[in-house]
């Protein structure tokens, strides 16, 4: 841990702006809360924000042998990070934690509102003649499995009513996978267009040959159908031939990044201040460094940290332009309008509400500051094996179309200035506040 990031760093617990080194630990001087220091790394995440994954597990599986389980962790972790086709893996460790802490019920619905809506990035504007999405994260309140492969399915779907109330009644959407009680799961919903005008459109809930849940109406809103437009989209397409390929995707990710410091660069000389929000075990912006920019590549979880800086730099150190945080984005540890430029690469789409995210970043950002977005899905493939698999070992999975990523900044109030898709499905931008 350098010494320069201390001016950036701010209690999680309190936001006081001053944290003290004594030994192995930094100290608020505000609230006087404690947080380790564990290889060089801050852990700045509130006590209570986190727990032992290996006593949660063995409690519920009744294992009692806990240098099993991490090991079984261990392994799964590495062989996620280094080894992608080796996915499976991990996901069996987290399946058979799954299995024992849930099993379906049988499907015996008495709930007249089984879902609540927790998120959607409605942008009402839609083709004509086309089918279009739009993401809608609901949660089941009710004490049942809400799922899409019984013998009475649950769909989500939707009614249209033209602007003479006449009803157009809509497609299905299949959830991805089963939704258990208390779960929540951000839904792709198809929408099929008809023809240019005013409509109003109710989302909810269907069981088929049984009901619509017209008690529990989702979604109310107004959706303004165009013919679609002639003009070419000021988005850059990638021209690259065959599959999708990471390594070129991660090396465009880098030129978006380096184009964001090049813009800023343009109104400033001075040494600028990066962030990085869930890094993994490799940063971008350690990836892709660039001279005179000071970063900090921070995620939620420690093992990965400590793996990306023994793997980048073995036992040379860390660079004195470079470091890393352990903390939770829900509750940042640094002071508003730290950074020049905060990078997320290909996370996120599992943030749970992403406009707060983007609120959040915002907040961290100096005055003419950036937010790079890399790495984002830009295509809705809900029937994509790796999507569900992803879905079904816990991971929080959305996809999103470039309608949906412009509600976010105008809700938001940032604006992209940049905006990139590679291989038809990867996502780029760079976006600044509206003020400026």
């Known amino acids: 841990m350098h010494t320069w990031i201390d001016a950036l760093l701010a209690c999680p617990a309190c936001s006081a702006p001053i944290l003290r080194k004594t030994g192995a630990l930094l100290s608020c001087s505000g609230c006087c809360a404690e947080y380790p220091v564990v290889d060089g790394i801050p852990l700045l995440i509130p006590p209570d924000d986190y727990s032992d994954a290996v006593v949660d597990i063995s409690e519920a599986t009744g294992i009692s042998d806990a240098a099993r389980i991490e090991r079984a962790l261990t392994t799964a972790i590495r062989y996620r990070l280094h080894r992608p086709q080796l996915r499976s893996e991990f996901g069996g ?3 058979r934690y799954v299995e024992i802490q849930r099993s379906e019920s049988n499907i015996a619905d008495n709930s007249l509102q089984p879902l609540s809506l927790i998120a959607e990035y409605f942008n009402p504007t839609f083709f004509a003649n086309t089918i279009d999405h739009r993401s809608i994260r609901v949660r089941n309140q009710s004490n049942i499995v809400i799922a899409s492969s019984d013998e009475k399915p649950f769909h989500l779907s939707y009614w249209l009513y033209d602007t003479n109330d006449n009803p157009i009644e809509g ?24 023809l240019p005008g005013i409509y109003r459109i109710d989302v909810l809930l269907v069981r088929e040959h049984e009901k619509w849940f017209f008690e529990n109406i989702l979604l109310t809103r107004q959706l303004t159908v165009v013919d679609f437009p002639g003009a070419s989209s000021p988005i850059e397409f990638g021209d690259h031939p065959g599959p999708f390929d990471i390594e070129i995707d991660l090396k465009e990710s880098g030129n978006v990044f380096k184009r964001s410091i090049e813009f800023l660069k ?28 000071k970063a900090i590549a921070s995620d939620l979880a420690l093992p990965q940290l400590l793996l990306g800086a023994a793997g980048r730099f073995g036992n040379n150190g860390i660079p004195d332009m470079f470091d890393f945080v352990c903390c939770n984005f829900d509750a940042p540890p640094f002071r508003g309008g730290a950074f020049d430029v905060i990078v997320i690469a290909a996370a996120l789409h599992h943030m749970r509400d992403l406009v707060a995210t983007l609120k959040m970043m915002k907040r961290l950002l100096n005055f003419g500051g950036a937010i790079v977005l890399v790495r984002e899905p830009a295509k809705i493939a809900a029937d994509d094996p790796t999507f569900l698999s992803e879905l079904k070992n816990g991971f929080n999975e959305q996809q999103f179309v ?17 905006e990139r898709i590679d291989f038809d499905c990867s996502y780029k931008a760079i976006c600044v506040s509206q003020s400026d």
């Open 93 to 95: 460790v987290v399946d």
């Open 402 to 418: 470039l309608a949906e990523y412009h509600e976010m900044y105008s809700r938001a109030n940032i604006r992209p200035i940049y």
């Open 171 to 194: 497609i299905r959407t299949r959830l991805p996978i089963p939704l258990q009680p208390g779960d929540e799961l951000t839904v792709p919903l198809q929408i099929k267009l008809p």
């Open 266 to 293: 343009e109104n400033s000389a001075r040494e600028l201040l990066a962030l990085e929000i869930a890094c993994g075990s490799d940063p971008l912006t350690l990836r892709f460094s660039v001279p005179g920019v």
